[in-house]
């Protein structure tokens, strides 16, 4: 049996407030991509859930009909707001969670999931969403991370300083443990079987104070988790980080991706 990580609805309360800034950013050509592969008409009903501070949720209103976006932290959607606001853009916002969906809020043509579904019981939550998704519909979980290559050697030193500070229980230990279960496997083994991956490989120059950011908006190294630790682990990575900055400005190369997952044809 697959691991699952116990629901906390507050934790990414002190977090939040960094999300937006500190994470990097979904490609908006891979919005555009998916968006085109699912023939998005301007019609669709959209499901974001885990929408934290709306990041999908907004890129992909342009292109839906109707978008709902849920998340368990209400600070979350109170910048999820914002955010949509200052896009002009339309959300309905529920407080709540895969542990509370409930079939009045369907159907949906496409429920998008960004870097939230390890939180969810990940099974439990697939067989709700049989119940939520339209025949032929789709669920496209989103991920950022950074290939292999040369601009990205900064991640040894950053991703070590993460592990040193976090939280000595830290749900990312679980993660990358032996005994869980990727994503792909979950999928494969349920009535979304059927999958496709979509990515952009791009090039990007981040301010290093942006990765300080990013830290902060994780869960297991948020200003509440880390306490009065907080100042030295943000000096931390500035020193680390320094060696890689030309005028405090960064390399990195970013894969944005999409795991699209269909149903099975009969």
Known sequence: MPSVIAFEPRRFESAASYYVEGRPRYSDLLIRRVAQFLRFDGTQKLLDLGTGPGLLAVA??????????????????RIAAAQATAAGVH???????????SQHLGPFDLVTIGRAFHWMDRQATLETLDKLIRPGGAIALFATRQPHVPENQWTKDYDALRETHAEPNSPR???RGPDW?????????????ALERISVIERRTTPLEQFVTRALSLSSSSPGRMGTNVDDFAQAIRDALSKSAVDGLIQEVVESEALLAFRSPP
Not at 91 to 101: A, C, D, F, Q, V
Request: glycine fraction near 4%.
């Open 173 to 175: 230990k679980t993660i």
């Open 181 to 193: 279960l990727s994503h792909e496997a979950i999928l494969l083994n349920s009535p979304f079987a």
């Open 60 to 77: 992909f209103a342009p292109f839906a009909g109707e978008v709902t976006a849920i998340d368990p932290e209400p600070e979350m959607l």
């Open 91 to 101: 959300l309905t916002l529920l407080e709540g969670s895969s542990y509370t969906l």
